[in-house]
């Protein structure tokens, strides 16, 4: 979550600990994702790593710059902008088998690791969606409470619904993932 973090759990939560669990969820949601998802994306001119690359360098353009030069005060926009991290490491984790025949290697040893561990991580990740789950709530609650989604600023309003809707479906994703027991049977 980068420097979004302290931002992002301020006014919704006591701690950002249930946005660790966000993070958890959707680096757990990602593999079950690709495998029974079958996404077949044409690639527009490059690999889908090319824009997962150049949306990290947004994010951190956005978020870090104004961060060195406003003497240190984080802007709002800087949560929203976390999305951007989060799509851009998915473009690239879908990728990353192409880059070289070494890291395809590597990534069939992982997952034979993983099917050894299914249940493991099948339960870490039912514990993680019932916390992201908390996550969602707790945000949805606190927009509501203070009457964010109708801001004066439509913008602003809009970065705050894609951000609900983002948690709101890796949660229900991951719960998905848990009921069809996918960490079990399908890796």
Same mark, same amino acid.
């Given at each position: 979550?980068?420097?979004? +973090?302290?931002?992002?759990?301020?006014?919704?939560?006591?701690?950002?600990?249930?946005?660790?669990?966000?993070?958890?969820?959707?680096?757990?949601?990602? @593999?079950?994702? %690709?495998?029974? #998802? /079958?996404?077949?994306?044409?690639?527009?001119?490059?690999? !889908?790593? @090319?824009? #997962?690359? &150049?949306?990290?360098?947004?994010?951190? +353009?956005? $978020?870090?710059?104004?961060? =060195?030069?406003? /003497?240190?005060?984080?802007? #709002?926009?800087?949560?929203?902008?976390?999305?951007?991290?989060?799509?851009?490491?998915?473009?690239?984790?879908?990728?990353?088998?192409?880059?070289?025949? *070494?890291?395809? !290697?590597? =990534?069939? *040893? @992982?997952? *034979?690791? @993983?099917?050894?561990?299914?249940?493991?991580?099948?339960?870490? !990740?039912?514990?993680?969606?019932?916390?992201?789950?908390?996550?969602?709530?707790?945000?949805?609650?606190?927009?509501? %409470?203070?009457?964010?989604?109708?801001?004066?600023?439509?913008? &602003?309003? $809009?970065?705050?619904?894609?951000?609900?809707?983002?948690? =709101?479906?890796?949660?229900?994703?991951?719960? %998905?993932?848990?009921?069809?027991?996918?960490?079990?049977?399908?890796?």
């Amino acid at each position: 979550m980068g420097f979004s +973090a302290g931002f992002i759990s301020s006014p919704y939560s006591i701690s950002s600990l249930p946005f660790l669990f966000v993070v958890l969820t959707s680096m757990l949601n990602i @593999v079950p994702a %690709k495998i029974i #998802g /079958k996404v077949n994306l044409r690639r527009i001119l490059f690999h !889908h790593y @090319v824009y #997962g690359i &150049l949306s990290i360098v947004v994010y951190f +353009a956005f $978020t870090i710059l104004p961060f =060195l030069t406003n /003497k240190f005060i984080p802007s #709002g926009y800087q949560a929203y902008l976390s999305l951007l991290l989060y799509w851009g490491l998915t473009l690239m984790i879908d990728d990353l088998a192409d880059i070289s025949p *070494r890291i395809a !290697h590597f =990534l069939d *040893r @992982v997952k *034979r690791k @993983v099917k050894e561990m299914g249940e493991s991580i099948q339960n870490v !990740h039912l514990i993680s969606n019932f916390i992201s789950s908390y996550a969602v709530i707790q945000v949805l609650l606190w927009s509501f %409470k203070e009457g964010f989604l109708l801001s004066y600023n439509p913008f &602003l309003g $809009t970065l705050h619904i894609l951000l609900i809707a983002n948690l =709101l479906i890796t949660a229900l994703y991951g719960l %998905k993932i848990y009921k069809e027991k996918i960490w079990l049977k399908k890796l």
